[in-house]
């Protein structure tokens, strides 16, 4: 489990509920060899990817986020455990959530916004659903503007394969800049895929696999987010992601009809 609870677990604003396959059991962990695996190091910020806050006055991170592409240029994607309970806590969103993109050193040099709308599968709701840990929000407009016109973003991949070589980028909750690390996924299982890099504390969850990386912009394609088995991975060295096929990519066009609702 790679987030940072905080104190705060009320319900706001969410529509819908799509069409997703039945929940499939966890699968086992698989051996690693820690020695073969690399070791994520401190990166520069990436403008797409940030830190979640609780609007509170407080300055503590709990998760990772990054900018996905959408039509209404206002969406973001993270880990589904990152703004909703579960089951365990009877499906309550996260109330007063705000992002930084970009963060460093206690600054936002792209600004920072506000959430008007939360969106996981209605399985995660339910059953805490791994294989459906995957969260959408809807930025609000910031001084006129949408987040993905500020910092880019990158596409969402579904369904195309298991192994990619990709860069996943986090924001340990004690840490005031991100890790980064680049390595091979593999597959855990049909529903599930495994990226094998030290330092992915606690506050990375939600943190992007990002595939086909442009190297000037950072953006590419997102091909998972840290969560799912474990809700990310029990250890530093391991982490997971939902495999983001058709059940997601379903919730991913329910957060944009919800977004242009909310727009209108």
Same mark, same amino acid.
């Given at each position: 489990?790679?987030?940072?609870?905080?104190?705060?677990?009320?319900?706001?604003?969410?529509?819908?509920?799509?069409?997703?396959?039945?929940?499939?059991?966890?699968? +086992?962990?698989?051996?690693?060899? %820690? &020695?073969?695996?690399? !070791?994520?190091?401190?990166?520069?910020?990436? /403008?797409?990817? @940030?830190?979640?806050?609780?609007?509170?006055?407080?300055?503590?991170?709990?998760?990772?986020?990054?900018?996905?592409?959408?039509?209404?240029?206002?969406?973001?994607?993270?880990?589904?455990?990152?703004?909703?309970?579960?089951?365990?806590?009877?499906?309550?969103?996260?109330?007063?959530?705000?992002?930084?993109?970009?963060?460093?050193?206690?600054?936002?040099?792209?600004?920072?916004?506000?959430?008007?709308?939360?969106?996981?599968? +209605?399985?995660?709701?339910?059953? %805490? &659903?791994?294989?459906? !840990?995957?969260?959408?929000?809807?930025?609000? /407009?910031?001084? @006129?503007?949408?987040?993905?016109?500020?910092?880019?973003?990158?596409?969402?991949?579904?369904?195309?394969?298991?192994?990619?070589?990709?860069?996943?980028?986090?924001?340990?909750?004690?840490?005031?800049?991100?890790?980064?690390?680049?390595?091979?996924?593999?597959?855990?299982?049909?529903?599930?895929?495994?990226?094998?890099?030290?330092?992915?504390?606690?506050?990375?969850?939600?943190?992007?696999?990002?595939?086909?990386?442009?190297?000037?912009?950072?953006?590419?394609?997102?091909?998972?987010?840290?969560?799912?088995?474990?809700?990310?991975?029990?250890?530093?060295?391991?982490?997971?992601?939902?495999?983001?096929?058709?059940?997601?990519?379903?919730?991913?066009?329910?957060?944009?009809?919800?977004?242009?609702?909310?727009?209108?």
């Amino acid at each position: 489990m790679k987030l940072r609870w905080m104190a705060v677990a009320v319900m706001v604003a969410a529509t819908g509920g799509c069409s997703v396959a039945a929940a499939a059991a966890d699968p +086992p962990p698989a051996a690693v060899d %820690s &020695d073969l695996a690399p !070791d994520a190091s401190a990166a520069p910020p990436t /403008p797409s990817v @940030g830190a979640l806050f609780v609007r509170d006055g407080g300055a503590n991170h709990f998760c990772t986020a990054s900018v996905v592409d959408s039509p209404g240029r206002d969406l973001l994607i993270t880990a589904a455990h990152c703004i909703n309970s579960g089951a365990a806590g009877h499906g309550a969103y996260r109330q007063d959530i705000e992002f930084i993109p970009g963060y460093r050193d206690g600054q936002a040099p792209f600004g920072t916004w506000t959430v008007r709308q939360l969106l996981v599968a +209605p399985q995660w709701v339910s059953g %805490s &659903d791994p294989d459906l !840990d995957v969260g959408f929000v809807v930025l609000q /407009p910031n001084d @006129g503007r949408n987040i993905e016109d500020v910092v880019g973003a990158s596409q969402l991949g579904a369904d195309s394969g298991y192994r990619y070589s990709v860069r996943v980028t986090g924001y340990p909750d004690g840490d005031d800049a991100p890790v980064s690390c680049v390595n091979w996924t593999t597959r855990q299982s049909p529903t599930q895929l495994r990226f094998d890099c030290g330092g992915f504390t606690d506050g990375t969850s939600g943190g992007p696999w990002i595939a086909d990386i442009n190297p000037r912009t950072g953006t590419g394609t997102i091909v998972g987010v840290i969560g799912g088995y474990q809700q990310g991975g029990d250890t530093p060295a391991i982490s997971y992601s939902s495999y983001l096929g058709d059940a997601v990519q379903g919730l991913y066009q329910e957060a944009i009809a919800a977004a242009g609702l909310a727009a209108g």
